[in-house]
T-cell receptor, first 112, second 115 residues
Framework: DGGITQSPKYLFRKEGQNVTLSCEQNLNHDAMYWYRQDPGQGLRLIYYSQIVNDFQKGDIAEGYSVSREKKESFPLTVTSAQKNPTAFYLC???????????FGQGTRLTVV | AQSVAQPEDQVNVAEGNPLTVKCTYSVSGNPYLFWYVQYPNRGLQFLLKYITGDNLVKGSYGFEAEFNKSQTSFHLKKPSALVSDSALYFCAVLYSGAGSYQLTFGKGTKLSVIP
């Protein structure tokens, strides 16, 4: 099946720990995105990447880091510097950035 | 900078009645506009898009949207609502600048279809 796979679906993190969320796509899309969703705030862009080995900060990049070493993979690391990491994280991809984006099923991160 | 406004946090409609979910946008240049739907604890599903051409755009599950340039609006509509349409709906605008593209979302509108 073609699509975007996010893992894990649920993730628990202790305060002070870094954690990495996985996002893989087999759609051969060039562009990939990470969004954070909080109740009542819609989706906010964390990082995006138009091509391999290149990425840009979105609106709320502080406390997060990404890499884009392969076209199909765009992992997101939530670092200990992120003060309020509990949220629903969504990964998306689009063919070349100027078309509709397709989303994974999300990862719900909870800090315990 | 681009922005999207969804003025209603929640819309309630009776099953079988027409529904409208409102969206207005602000972007420089020609807008690329999208509607997505989200069911609980799931990702977003693409419904429809406006790039250019006919102002009335038809999409998935019987939804359509009307692009109005003078009112900078892109309202989502459906002639007859189903209970299964109950979900969270997001409007989005695509912005291009400095050789990159960003998709900006509204805050979402919760649609409840009452049996």
């Amino acid at each position: 099946d073609g699509g975007i796979t996010q893992s894990p679906k649920y993730l628990f993190r202790k305060e002070g720990q870094n954690v990495t969320l996985s996002c893989e796509q087999n759609l051969n899309h060039d562009a990939m995105y990470w969004y954070r969703q909080d109740p009542g705030q819609g989706l906010r862009l964390i990082y995006y990447s138009q091509i391999v080995n290149d990425f840009q900060k979105g609106d709320i990049a502080e406390g997060y880091s990404v890499s884009r070493e392969k076209k199909e993979s765009f992992p997101l690391t939530v670092t200990s510097a992120q003060k309020n990491p509990t949220a629903f994280y969504l990964c998306a991809s689009s063919q070349n950035g100027n078309t509709e984006a397709f989303f994974g099923q999300g990862t719900r991160l909870t800090v315990v | 900078a681009q922005s999207v406004a969804q003025p209603e946090d929640q819309v309630n409609v009776a099953e079988g009645n027409p529904l409208t979910v409102k969206c207005t946008y602000s972007v420089s240049g020609n807008p690329y506009l999208f509607w997505y739907v989200q069911y609980p604890n799931r990702g977003l599903q693409f419904l429809l898009k406006y790039i250019t051409g006919d102002n009335l755009v038809k999409g998935s599950y019987g939804f359509e949207a009307e692009f109005n340039k003078s009112q900078t609006s892109f309202h989502l509509k459906k002639p007859s609502a189903l209970v299964s349409d109950s979900a969270l709906y997001f409007c989005a605008v695509l912005y291009s600048g400095a050789g990159s593209y960003q998709l900006t979302f509204g805050k979402g509108t919760k649609l409840s279809v009452i049996p």
